[in-house]
């Protein structure tokens, strides 16, 4: 008896484990792993010789074990997973994210030795439950792990342009932004609190992708109405801000201004609340 080695046919070496029982036949007791392999029987007389060979696979159970079980990954920071597999043979290791399958592009790499997932700059639609999958002919077993989103702070997805108009129709401001936690919107016109009239109606919601969405709705806007609006998203772990002006056509018009307190040593900014378009000149007196 004869195995390939390292694909050169040895003689086969004979043991307490491995033994020929009679003429032709060989007993392999307790096989192993590594007992895998082409064997070639051999066999002469003086009239001649002949061969046959015989491919032995020896299987174990299949076990798999997602590492780590849970992590939390911040935005724009990687996220690595490693399938831990025992058993053999294995033939397939798959991957995938909540149910479908991932497909390697410029942030997803899948590695095989061992098997590895790798996202670079882990974005929004990363977290959630991940799977690898690992095969032979006879079986399949998975494990799963969970990514989870880190602190991430806000950012703007859209935001409300300069317009200038007549007086009389409805305005709608708009601002969308993402982060997490959720970001909460304050606006402010000329940096002071939008005004307290039934005219302003102030909304904000979540949709199911966790964009927060939140806007200024002026019906029968007038032109003490215009001023440069700003939407402020803010976490805890930082904000965002955009501005814009709203332009309405009509007579120069001061808003009432509420007491302003400063800090001694640190800088004071106070926009003078004017509406009316156009304004030639604004002049301040103390």
Same mark, same amino acid.
């Given at each position: 008896?004869?195995?390939?080695?390292?694909?050169?046919?040895?003689?086969?070496q004979l043991?307490d484990?491995i033994?020929?029982v009679s003429a032709?036949?060989?007993?392999?007791s307790k096989?192993r792993l590594?007992?895998?392999?082409?064997y $070639?029987? &051999?066999?002469?007389?003086?009239a001649g010789e002949?061969?046959?060979q015989v +491919? /032995?696979?020896?299987t174990a159970?299949l076990?798999a074990?997602?590492?780590?079980?849970v992590?939390?990954?911040?935005v724009d920071?990687d996220?690595?997973?490693q399938?831990i597999?025992?058993?053999?043979p294995?033939?397939d290791v798959?991957?995938?994210?909540d149910?479908k399958?991932?497909?390697?592009?410029?942030?997803?790499?899948?590695?095989?030795d061992p098997?590895?997932?790798?996202i670079?700059?882990?974005?929004?639609d990363d977290?959630g439950m991940?799977q690898?999958?690992v095969?032979?002919?006879?079986?399949?077993i998975?494990?799963?792990?969970?990514?989870?989103l880190?602190d991430a702070s806000?950012?703007? $997805?859209? &935001?409300?342009?300069?317009?200038t108009?007549?007086?009389g129709?409805t305005? +709608? /401001?708009?601002?969308?932004?993402?982060g997490n936690?959720?970001?909460?919107f304050t606006?402010?016109l000329?940096?002071?609190?939008?005004p307290d009239?039934?005219?302003f109606?102030?909304?904000?919601?979540?949709?199911?992708?966790?964009d927060?969405?939140?806007h200024v709705n002026?019906?029968?806007?007038k032109?003490e109405?215009?001023?440069?609006?700003?939407?402020?998203?803010?976490n805890a772990i930082?904000k965002?801000?955009h501005?814009?002006?709203?332009?309405i056509?009509?007579l120069?018009?001061?808003?009432e201004?509420p007491k302003?307190?400063g800090?001694s040593?640190?800088?004071?900014?106070?926009?003078?609340?004017?509406?009316?378009?156009?304004i030639?000149?604004i002049?301040?007196?103390?």
């Amino acid at each position: 008896w004869f195995k390939e080695e390292n694909e050169q046919l040895l003689p086969l070496q004979l043991s307490d484990r491995i033994s020929i029982v009679s003429a032709g036949l060989l007993k392999i007791s307790k096989a192993r792993l590594d007992d895998t392999g082409k064997y $070639l029987c &051999w066999v002469n007389n003086t009239a001649g010789e002949e061969t046959i060979q015989v +491919s /032995l696979t020896v299987t174990a159970p299949l076990t798999a074990h997602l590492q780590p079980q849970v992590q939390t990954v911040d935005v724009d920071k990687d996220a690595q997973f490693q399938c831990i597999v025992t058993g053999h043979p294995v033939h397939d290791v798959n991957w995938l994210h909540d149910g479908k399958p991932i497909l390697r592009d410029n942030r997803v790499e899948i590695l095989s030795d061992p098997p590895r997932l790798i996202i670079k700059k882990v974005q929004k639609d990363d977290p959630g439950m991940y799977q690898c999958f690992v095969s032979n002919e006879w079986e399949q077993i998975q494990s799963t792990a969970e990514l989870q989103l880190g602190d991430a702070s806000p950012e703007l $997805l859209y &935001w409300f342009s300069e317009q200038t108009l007549q007086p009389g129709p409805t305005v +709608s /401001l708009k601002c969308v932004a993402t982060g997490n936690p959720l970001p909460q919107f304050t606006w402010t016109l000329d940096g002071f609190p939008i005004p307290d009239h039934s005219r302003f109606l102030v909304g904000q919601y979540v949709t199911i992708h966790d964009d927060v969405i939140s806007h200024v709705n002026i019906t029968n806007v007038k032109e003490e109405d215009g001023g440069e609006y700003t939407c402020t998203a803010q976490n805890a772990i930082g904000k965002v801000s955009h501005s814009a002006k709203v332009n309405i056509y009509g007579l120069p018009h001061i808003r009432e201004m509420p007491k302003i307190t400063g800090i001694s040593g640190h800088d004071l900014i106070v926009k003078c609340p004017v509406a009316g378009y156009p304004i030639d000149r604004i002049h301040w007196e103390r």
